[in-house]
T-cell receptor
Framework: GAVVSQHPSWVICKSGTSVKIECRSL??????MFWYRQFPKQSLMLMAT?????????EQGVEKDKFLINHASLTLSTLTVTSAHPEDSSFYIC???????????FGPGTRLTVL | QQQVKQSPQSLIVQKGGIPIINCAYE??????FPWYQQFPGKGPALLIA?????SEKKEGRFTISFNKSAKQFSLHIMDSQPGDSATYFC???????????FGTGTQLKVEL
């Protein structure tokens, strides 16, 4: 199946700093990518849909100015957590739909810890 | 209407047993129902998926049963192994937009 990578796999930062997480589709192009957030022992919560060449679509309750999404190319989407606080500590996962448009391939996730 | 309800929350079975995880949905616009397996600290991986025009799908030791009239579907793991210990998520998807709605997850432990 298709491969989606994320970088970094984990990051620790100080409160108030910004952190950028990259999501890449390695062997296919993705005009759309999705960003999820997962707290321990909980389900995946969709944060936003990243659209290549246009603005991201955010889910209700997700702060656009805090979670900046840029879909720079057909293989790269980035999520920047701005002015991070301890409550932003979570597991962030991206996904991209495959050619069949029903299958979704998930990245390995990025563990963010804000001190 | 967008919810997918999943049960049980956790499940312990003996090696060789057949754990069954159930999901129910309300939105009849859902047209694709995948199951994902997630190990701690990893992203979810697609296990098996079914469309509503099929009542059962089998891939290896994994079987999905689908009841369209009841709006329910379930995952059966045959001959379960300790390596199957993971969290399992059901999900539902509509054709347009590619958005997935996830169930709450089931933490499965297979004991020797």
């Amino acid at each position: 199946g298709a491969v989606v990578s994320q970088h970094p796999s984990w990051v620790i930062c100080k409160s108030g700093t910004s952190v950028k997480i990259e999501c890449r589709s390695l062997d296919f192009q993705a005009t759309t990518m999705f960003w999820y957030r997962q707290f321990p022992k909980q389900s995946l919560m969709l944060m936003a849909t990243s659209n290549e060449g246009s603005k991201a679509t955010y889910e209700q309750g997700v702060e656009k100015d805090k979670f900046l999404i840029n879909h720079a190319s057909l293989t790269l989407s980035t999520l920047t957590v701005t002015s991070a606080h301890p409550e932003d500590s979570s597991f962030y996962i991206c996904s991209a739909p495959g050619q069949g448009h029903n299958e979704q391939f998930f990245g390995p996730g990025t563990r963010l810890t804000v001190l | 209407q967008q919810q997918v309800k999943q049960s049980p929350q956790s499940l312990i079975v003996q090696k060789g047993g057949i754990p069954i995880i159930n999901c129910a949905y309300e939105n009849t616009a859902f047209d694709y129902f995948p199951w994902y397996q997630q190990f701690p600290g990893k992203g979810p991986a697609l296990l098996i998926a079914i469309r509503p025009d099929v009542s059962e799908k089998k891939e290896g030791r994994f079987t999905i049963s689908f009841n369209k009239s009841a709006k329910q579907f379930s995952l059966h793991i045959m001959d379960s192994q300790p390596g199957d210990s993971a969290t399992y998520f059901c999900a539902a998807h509509t054709g347009g937009g590619n958005k997935l709605t996830f169930g709450t997850g089931t933490q499965l432990k297979v004991e020797l």
